[in-house]
């Protein structure tokens, strides 16, 4: 961008600041773009599965093909709303749009809680993995929860001083995470599946009607980081055609591997197994009895000449022996980096609601020195470490945890939908370099189906969560209330209307020395 | 070798003032556009456009000591100021953007362990670029 302005003889020089002269270095692509939400999104295969099981027992795949559909609806919306605003803030964006500030700060502030309770959850699973090295780490709910707080605080630290996080290292994790998940799944494929066992697992342990709603309910938390990549857009190369591309494909490849992970968890274990022994290290569940079923001799004897036998025997005795290490250290690995990015995320997002005046600016001041906005780094983790404070006394915060997800995501989920359907309405003259197909046309509205079905069912969720899960119910109408108040006092000090919105960042938020 | 183009990446170290001086220099002979690039890294935990006022502030004032080190040159560069997650990767997208021809880069002298260390973004320029990068190191004194 040059400056064409030239001084004159007798002119007072004045500096221009140069910083209308900043412009961004967007460097992702679709596959960067695609690894690091999948590396989001792909962790919640290591907690979800268990976690549905336990509530929906035999009705899992059912759930989770439910709460599939939902997610395709939602990442379509997404991929609208993301494409028309590239930028950080996700629903939170697209509601201030869509709507005012007071809606934009509902569906950030309920954004804000699925992100606490995705990195309490995250971390909380880390421990089960490990408990393959040392059992305790698995069993005992003190050394359980200690270590899973020990994990959140460690990256608390980590944070506020501020580290390089490689988008190699997600990229290649990324790729690894799909190739070990697709080998588990083409192994229980050939070795266990079974479709008469299948079948009789499903409808032997059909849970109650109850346990099926609060199933399809939980079962959210399977499709976290669809935020993710509204996040990541606006650090983009050509934002509006990649990230609904990058949306698209992680949403086929997500569910891709969410059927056939349970599938082949079916075929491993029964829904009573899954959701006991294994609710929150289940992929290690699939490994184990996978490992347990591979007898490479016996395998081996399908093949005719003897070469073939000693080589298949050889490489099946290797991944007999493989596969649970592999599965142990692979999913804390996942996991630790998605509690991480939750906590990326929380941060970016809180800059992103203080920018626009949707929450005090205070909390995401930066460190002169650390150059990280340590505040709320320090205080969303606290949340998150509070979050996990139960597990101490039981094995509820599981269960819990994925009910408070729920209630977050389900609220923000809607409000991206609605705001969309009223973006349409409103602002129908916009582009959108990625529109919605399947339109119902009233009036002079084209309104997309699949957002008009979305709300519908995130919200029937969202109800239902309130109805069914006391602790949900308290917890989050609890984090709701708090945020009113502070929304409401923060406006009203700074003289602003709560529905007032002008579309324009407050600029400057940045530290001060 | 003929330059049309020449960005000088800078990061507020003394050896910005020789690296530059070099560009003018080289500059002066093909009368080629001489860009200052100061690249402001941002990390993940914040968005890419946070704007973070100590770190403009220096960008700032290393980006005006460029010119004025240029004008005592009596040569005219083009200052820039880019915010990205890392600065190798932007210093050679800005590169390509521009289409220069040589990227000048001044060098600490700096020992890591006992043992000389370029630090990651030189490698990376020098792995990554398209075009020449020459490197300005300054003395070990």
Same mark, same amino acid.
Not at chain 1, 301 to 305: D, H, I, M, V
Not at chain 1, 368 to 373: A, D, F, G, I
């Given at each position: 961008m040059a400056n064409d302005w030239q001084p004159k003889l007798g002119d007072k020089v004045v500096r221009h600041p140069?910083?209308?002269l900043h412009h961004l270095r967007r460097v992702l692509g679709i596959p960067g773009l695609f690894s690091t939400a999948y590396g989001d999104v792909g962790s919640s295969i290591y907690y979800a599965l268990g976690l549905v099981a336990l509530v929906a027992l035999g009705a899992t795949p059912v759930v989770l093909g439910i709460a599939g559909i939902l997610f395709v609806f939602t990442a379509l919306t997404y991929a609208e709303g993301t494409a028309m605003f590239p930028e950080a803030g996700g629903s939170a964006s697209f509601a201030r749009h869509g709507f005012n500030d007071l809606m934009g700060f509902i569906a950030g502030w309920s954004l804000m809680f699925g992100y606490i309770v995705t990195i309490s959850i995250s971390a909380y699973t880390i421990p089960s993995y490990l408990g393959y090295f040392w059992e305790p780490l698995k069993s005992s709910p003190v050394v359980h929860t200690g270590a899973a707080m020990g994990i959140v605080f460690l990256l608390m630290v980590i944070n506020t001083i501020g580290v390089r996080e490689s988008s190699r290292l997600n990229f290649s994790l990324a790729a690894l995470d799909i190739a070990t998940q697709l080998l588990i799944i083409v192994l229980a494929l050939l070795i266990l599946f079974n479709p008469v066992v299948f079948w009789q697992r499903i409808t032997g342990y059909w849970p109650s009607t109850t346990n099926l709603i609060f199933g399809v309910a939980i079962a959210?938390?399977?499709? *976290?980081?669809?935020?993710t990549v509204s996040q990541m857009a606006e650090e983009t190369k050509r934002p509006q055609v990649r990230a609904p591309k990058a949306l698209v494909l992680m949403t086929i490849v997500v569910l891709v591997i969410f059927a056939g992970i349970s599938v082949s968890a079916f075929s491993a274990m029964t829904p009573a197994e899954l959701g006991s022994?294994?609710? *929150?290290d289940p992929v290690a569940g699939i490994a184990h009895n996978l490992s347990a079923a591979i007898v490479p001799d016996e395998l081996a %004897?399908?093949?005719?000449?003897p070469a073939h036998q000693i080589v298949v025997a050889y490489v099946l005795g290797g991944v007999r022996s493989a596969l649970p290490v592999l599965v142990a250290l692979l999913a804390a690995t996942i996991l630790f980096i998605a509690t991480n990015a939750g906590l990326l995320g929380i941060s970016r997002l809180a800059f992103s609601l203080g920018r626009f005046q949707l929450i005090p600016a205070e909390l995401s001041r930066v460190h002169?020195?650390? %150059? *990280?906005?340590y505040i709320s780094i320090i205080v969303f983790t606290l949340i998150a470490l509070v979050l996990q404070i139960p597990g101490f006394f039981g094995p509820d915060v599981f269960t819990n945890l994925g009910g408070l997800y729920a209630f977050g995501s389900m609220l923000s989920f809607a409000l991206a939908h609605l705001s969309v359907l009223a973006l349409r309405i409103k %602002?129908?003259?916009?582009?959108?370099p990625f529109k919605l197909g399947w339109n119902i046309r009233i009036g002079s509205w084209d309104l997309p189906i699949t957002a008009i079905l979305g709300l519908l069912g995130t919200t029937a969720i969202w109800v239902v969560v309130l109805i069914i899960q006391p602790y949900s119910r308290w917890v989050g109408l609890a984090w709701m209330a708090f945020g009113f108040g502070m929304f409401f006092l923060f406006r009203w000090l700074r003289r602003?209307?709560?529905?007032? *919105?002008?579309?324009?960042p407050t600029g400057v938020t940045g530290d001060k020395e | 070798m003929r330059l049309e183009r020449i960005l000088v990446a800078v990061n507020?170290?003394?050896?910005d003032v020789e690296a530059v001086k070099l560009a003018c220099d080289l500059a002066k002979k093909s009368k080629a556009k001489v860009y200052v690039v100061y690249v402001i890294e941002v990390k993940?935990?914040?968005?890419?456009?946070?704007?973070?006022e100590s770190e403009i502030a220096k960008a700032e004032k290393v980006l005006t000591r460029a010119e004025e080190v240029a004008a005592d040159k009596d040569y005219e560069v083009e200052t820039d100021l880019v915010q990205a997650r890392e600065v190798g990767p932007a210093i050679v997208d800005e590169a390509m953007e521009r289409e220069v021809s040589l990227i000048l880069m001044g060098v600490t002298y700096k020992k890591s362990f006992g043992v000389f260390n370029l630090g990651r973004v030189i490698p990376y320029v020098l792995e990554g670029a398209p075009c020449r990068v020459l490197l300005c190191r300054e003395p070990m004194s």
């Open positions: 140069r910083v209308r959210a938390i399977a499709f *976290t980081g669809l935020e022994s294994w609710a *929150t %004897k399908g093949f005719s000449e002169p020195r650390s %150059k *990280t906005p %602002k129908p003259d916009v582009p959108r602003v209307s709560p529905g007032q *919105t002008d579309g324009s | 507020g170290k003394d050896a993940r935990s914040l968005p890419l456009d946070a704007v973070i």
